[in-house]
């Protein structure tokens, strides 16, 4: 986080790892043999294999793996209540910064990465193409000051649900720090649109241990509102409020085959991303394979 | 028990103080921001250890040192511990200056006045110094400070009351500024065995009606001292309608004695009435003539003619129609002039205007003074000078034949004055005969250009008015032809000889020769020109320097006239007597004064009215007026007084006195007994114990510090 520069930042972080570890969801025309099919009619004559037909006078139709359409929508919280943070970076500063690295990411790999940035309601939205000069619009966006009064979750997603017609990824990174009860449901849309949704949680550990020792004033930062709070008295209430809404979001995402993430700002981001794509590849494949069963293009 | 300042025992709340400390409830005064307040509580707010009082002692001992501080500020004392009075603990210096000018005579004013010093009197306590002033025309000492030490101190007021009603208003002029700047002098410089409490108590009760004609001028220019207060006690008619005459002198008045003299009426500002009558009279008697409407509005002045009666002779003029009278009569002398009678002995005609006498003539009859009477007698004319018909001057322009010129010289004897010019073709044996002067030459000078006079001497009493370096430029006069003259030394005259055979060289041609001569011969004068002021020898008759220069001549010589108006307690310039006899003043009242022949002035007109100065030869008379001034009687406003720097009182009432009187009997009680002392030591003391329990305190906590602290 030293680095202010955050494209600097992100590759460096994506430098910190491997690259390709990830299948692409569609089967296309690479250089990656999948299968043969047999030709009915309809097929493209431009995809039969000549060769093949030479040899044994029949029609097959060559198919290929797909590696470069991955198509990755990042929606990232920029609300008022990303920008607190008890260390020397904010919630906001990690989260674009995973942002940063992730379409720094797939820009390599010749993915398209697109970018839906909220906070009460959708402030930039950048659909996911792969041309010179995106990347760095994507992180000119994510760069954009924090604000909103309160964290919406149903109206982004709503809105991404609505806007990317075709299956891709969606990455949510956000502290999720608001009332869930339309998270589920949301999520699920998603989901049956087909695609694949990732949840990044990112949360500073004094959120997570509620680690204050002295009486004081609490301030929301996005409301304003204030409330006198003894932490010797609320700590223990306020664990256990947190783990149980965790545990919501927990039990909908995995009901919905959701990938759910907890970075804690204090770790090192290029740990955590580490972290999920070896969990990601771990599961990726049968992920791959049961998405590329359900057709081409 | 009394506080003197019992406003400071509001410093008692401050007492309160600790407890309010104490007993606030302590809320956080920290702020977190924190991301979302979602799975907070509020907590409720905690009491405090501190809200405790935990060491009453200390608290108490804080208290009684702050109560003490509170009370020793309030300045306490002990009302029944002296038998301090009023009466011996204070004392004013009050200095009466009570007003008797011509404006106080206005009906209703005066008994006022002494009203009003009446009840200043009677406020009178026995430890108050008094003086009592009148101030018109100047301070006069109606009773003295000094004079209280020799009567009972209660009977100081009844004594100075008595001797201010001998006194009456008189017809002098106000002029309070200058008795304000007395009276303050007075009062500022004045000390006695008593020191006061209070320097304000030195006070001037000044009584007066402070008319707008009372003069401030003396206030301007002074420094009003801090610690003197003037009260003003006005007065005022109940009427105020007032309006006066005043004789104009008309500078162009070519007739003495005119029929329609000028006359200004003045009315004062405050007055009611516009409309008034003037007419003239003569003593008692009224003049059987229709009296002459005045119309003047309030403020303003009208100069209009008022014809006198031209059967009667008048000497005053009278206006009615106002509601004051003492300033309604005008009084006026005979102005007739004196004449001023010259002869000239000349062949010139009056007519002539190259000769000399034409340029003389016009020059004696400007004097302002005189009426002159110029006569040229023929040549062949025997010249007599009785006594009565002597002339004031002669003057010589043509050589006289040798019987005149006997003549002349028992005219010089007799106290004449001549002044001979030495024209064209002069010979010297008339001059010599005239002056009897040995071996005096007279011929005529060679002149080339113009010479011009030098050598003027300023000192002498001809020359004495140009002696100012603005007149004395002769430079620009420029004479073409003159008579030489040299008059040789005697042998017994000390050298070096200025003044030949007794006579003086007044002023030189530039050549050296001598211009102007002068020769005291007995009582007599004769001055002899080297040349003619006509413009054929000279620029001297054109010039701005003749006229002067003649009539300087005619005043040297003769006696001045006597001017015939004054205004009251103006000095009255007496004419210089021909006997040596006594002569006798004829006041208005009748009183008889004897003044000496030789007493030059008479100082003593303090009433209007016609004097008659007495004399071995005739009676001279010459009349004193009531001063306009005394005339504007609107009120001055008494805030103008302190637009000079004048600190005005502000009237007392008896309870704001006794109130006073009581605070200074406590501020006295309280500066004997000191009160505040005892107890400043004792909060002190009481602060070093309550500082010795609790470092004693503090040190037994930090020694067990698991114990609670105070």
């Not at chain 1, 037909?53 to 990042?74: M, P, V, W």
């Not at chain 1, 680690?211 to 932490?231: K, N, T």
């Not at chain 2, 009427?239 to 002198?249: D, E, F, I, S």
Request: proline share 6%; aromatic share 8%; glycine share 6%.
């Amino acid at each position: 986080m030293r680095i202010k520069n955050l494209q600097w930042r992100a590759r460096v972080v994506v430098e910190g790892f491997c690259s390709g570890l990830h299948r692409s969801p569609y089967h296309g025309f690479s250089v990656e043999f999948s299968e043969y099919r047999a030709y009915v009619a309809g097929d493209d004559p431009r995809f039969l294999d000549w060769r093949l037909y030479a040899r044994t006078d029949r029609c097959y139709i060559k198919r290929f793996e797909d590696e470069t359409n991955l198509r990755c929508h990042l929606v990232v919280d920029l609300s008022r209540s990303m920008g607190y943070g008890s260390l020397a970076h904010s919630k906001a500063e990690y989260a674009r910064t995973t942002a940063a690295t992730l379409a720094y990411y797939l820009a390599r790999q010749r993915d398209c990465v697109g970018l839906v940035t909220f906070d009460e309601q959708v402030t930039d939205y950048l659909p996911a193409r792969f041309r010179p000069g995106h990347l760095h619009r994507l992180i000119m966006a994510l760069e954009r000051a924090l604000g909103g009064k309160k964290t919406d979750l149903t109206t982004p997603i709503e809105q991404v649900a609505r806007t990317v017609t075709k299956r891709g990824l969606i990455v949510l990174i956000s502290d999720l720090l608001a009332p869930i009860d339309t998270l589920r449901r949301n999520l699920g849309y998603l989901r049956s649109r087909g695609h694949e949704v990732v949840v990044m949680r990112v949360l500073d550990p004094a959120e997570v241990a509620f680690s204050f020792d002295r009486a004081a004033y609490f301030e929301d930062m996005e409301s304003g509102r204030l409330v006198y709070v003894d932490p010797r008295d609320a700590r223990e209430q306020y664990l256990s409020r947190f783990a149980e809404h965790e545990q919501e979001i927990q039990a909908a995402c995995s009901a919905l085959a959701i990938d759910y993430f907890r970075f804690s700002t204090d770790r090192p981001l290029e740990m955590a991303l580490l972290d999920y794509l070896s969990a990601r590849t771990r599961r990726g494949r049968r992920t791959v394979r049961r998405g590329g069963a359900q057709g081409g293009r | 028990m009394g506080l003197l300042t019992p406003l400071y025992i509001a410093g008692l709340a401050a007492l309160s103080l600790p407890l309010v400390f104490h007993l606030i409830r302590r809320t956080p005064r920290g702020r977190e921001s924190f991301g979302s307040l979602m799975f907070l509580a509020p907590s409720p707010p905690r009491i405090t250890r501190r809200s405790r009082l935990d060491n009453v002692v200390l608290f108490l001992l804080r208290a009684a040192a702050l109560t003490l501080v509170a009370v020793a500020f309030a300045r306490p004392f002990f009302r029944d511990t002296s038998a301090l009075d009023v009466e011996t603990a204070t004392g004013r210096r009050i200095l009466l200056v009570i007003d008797d000018s011509a404006s106080m005579r206005r009906h209703g004013i005066w008994p006022a006045a002494l009203d009003e010093a009446e009840n200043v009197l009677h406020q009178l306590r026995p430890n108050d110094r008094l003086a009592v002033f009148a101030c018109a025309g100047s301070m006069r000492c109606v009773w003295a400070f000094d004079e209280q030490r020799q009567l009972p101190a209660t009977s100081t007021a009844a004594a100075a009351l008595r001797r201010l009603r001998t006194i009456r208003p008189g017809w002098s002029t106000s002029d309070i500024g200058g008795a304000l700047v007395q009276a303050s002098d007075m009062l500022d410089a004045f000390t006695d065995e008593r020191p006061t409490t209070d320097d304000a108590d030195r006070q001037i009760v000044l009584i007066s009606d402070l008319q707008e004609g009372a003069s401030l001028d003396a206030l301007q220019s002074y420094q009003w001292p801090g610690r003197v207060r003037l009260h003003v006690h006005r007065v005022g008619p109940t009427k105020t309608t007032n309006a006066a005459p005043q004789l104009l002198v008309d500078p162009d008045q070519s007739e003495p004695g005119r029929a329609s003299p000028r006359v200004r009426v003045v009315n004062a500002s405050d007055s009611a009435a516009e409309q008034f009558q003037l007419r003239w009279a003569h003593g008692d008697l009224p003049i059987d003539a229709e009296p002459i409407d005045a119309c003047v509005p309030p403020g303003e002045s009208v100069v209009l003619s008022v014809p006198r009666p031209a059967a009667a002779a008048v000497d005053r003029l009278i206006l009615t129609g106002d509601d004051h009278s003492f300033d309604n009569t005008y009084y006026v002398a005979a102005d007739e002039k004196e004449p001023l009678r010259v002869t000239y002995l000349g062949a010139d005609a009056a007519d002539d205007r190259s000769g000399p006498r034409y340029f003389l003539e016009l020059a004696v009859a400007s004097h302002p003074d005189r009426a002159t009477h110029l006569h040229a007698p023929a040549a062949d004319q025997r010249l007599s000078f009785p006594n009565e018909q002597r002339p004031h001057l002669v003057v010589v322009t043509d050589a006289p034949p040798t019987d005149r010129v006997g003549e002349l010289r028992q005219y010089l004897r007799n106290g004449g004055t001549v002044l001979y010019v030495l024209g064209r073709g002069a010979t010297a044996e008339p001059v010599s005969q005239l002056m009897q002067c040995q071996g005096l030459e007279i011929e005529e000078a060679a002149v080339e250009g113009y010479v011009l006079w030098s050598e003027i001497r300023f000192a002498h009493p001809l020359f004495e008015v140009f002696s100012h370096p603005h007149f004395n430029d002769f430079t620009g006069i420029h004479f073409w032809h003159y008579r030489s003259v040299s008059i040789p030394p005697t042998d017994d005259s000390p050298p070096p000889n200025d003044d030949p055979q007794g006579v003086q060289v007044l002023a030189r041609f530039d050549n050296g020769d001598p211009a102007l001569l002068h020769q005291s011969v007995d009582a007599g004068n004769l001055y002899m020109l080297a040349s003619g002021w006509h413009p054929a020898d000279s620029q001297l008759a054109r010039s701005s320097k003749f006229v002067p220069l003649v009539l300087n001549l005619v005043d040297l010589h003769v006696p001045r006239p006597m001017k015939n108006q004054y205004r009251v307690d103006e000095p009255v310039t007496l004419q210089a007597s021909n006997s040596h006899a006594a002569r006798t003043l004829v006041k208005p009242d009748g009183t008889r004064i004897n003044v000496p022949a030789d007493q030059p002035v008479f100082r003593d007109a303090d009433q209007p009215g016609l004097y008659r100065l007495t004399d071995a030869d005739a009676d001279t008379w010459f009349a004193v007026n009531v001063s306009a001034a005394e005339s504007r009687t609107a009120p001055l406003a008494a805030e103008d007084l302190e637009q000079y720097g004048v600190r005005l009182g502000s009237p007392v009432t008896a309870e704001a006195e006794a109130e006073r009187q009581r605070r200074l009997v406590e501020t006295e009680l309280e500066n004997r007994q000191k009160l505040w002392r005892p107890l400043i030591a004792l909060a002190v003391a009481i602060l070093l114990g309550e500082t010795w329990l609790a470092g004693r305190l503090s040190r037994k906590q930090r020694e067990t510090p698991n114990a609670g602290s105070n």
